[in-house]
């Protein structure tokens, strides 16, 4: 007796197994949003505050003007100046890579907010580091005499982008998968 051939799936019950795409306009928007807001924040810094200025808000919290030329934390910020296009290429980079992750992933609500945040936020401290070679970050909290490095609109959007998806991936994403 001959072992029967496996049935292979049509291309039509393929196509059925798959969540039909939708479109990420609505999410580009946020995306947008995002970017607005980031800029405006950065632009009222710019027109109230000094670069340098520390305005102290609360006894855990200070408003500042400065520039980062590197990434997070300051890296790379004592470079003589290639971080910029590096960076500028990284994000680039990451935005057309969150955009094909956007179009897979379109049906997931919960992976589009995140990716569009993220995406809102790398494009946000891009067009600074075009416009003034390096980011503007505002937002200093601290403890005592112990700061957290100073950040903006842009990395907020960034991180909580980013911590959404690795929550996603860890129990949205492996639950649709079993």
């Known amino acids: 007796m001959s072992k029967p051939a496996a049935v292979q799936p049509t291309q039509k019950a393929q196509a ?51 520039l980062n030329p590197g990434a997070a934390f300051s890296f790379l910020a004592d470079q003589s100046g290639w971080q910029k296009h590096f960076l500028s290429a990284v994000a680039v980079v990451a935005s057309i890579v969150i955009l094909f992750m956007m179009r897979s992933s379109s049906h997931r609500k919960f992976s589009m907010i995140c990716l569009a945040s993220i995406l809102g936020g790398a494009i946000g401290n891009l067009i600074d580091r075009l416009l003034h070679g390096a980011v503007i970050d505002f937002l200093d909290f601290y403890v005592q005499h112990y700061h957290w490095p100073a950040f903006n609109v842009a990395d907020v959007a960034i991180t909580v982008g980013a911590i959404g998806l690795i929550i996603d991936e860890l129990f949205f994403n492996r639950q649709q998968s079993r």
């Open 16 to 66: 059925a197994l798959k969540p039909p795409r939708k479109s990420i306009l609505p999410w580009l928007g946020f995306s947008v949003v995002l970017i607005l807001l980031d800029q405006i924040t950065k632009l009222w810094v710019q027109a109230r505050l000094d670069l340098g200025a520390v305005v102290e808000v609360t006894s855990f919290f200070n408003l500042v003007h400065v």
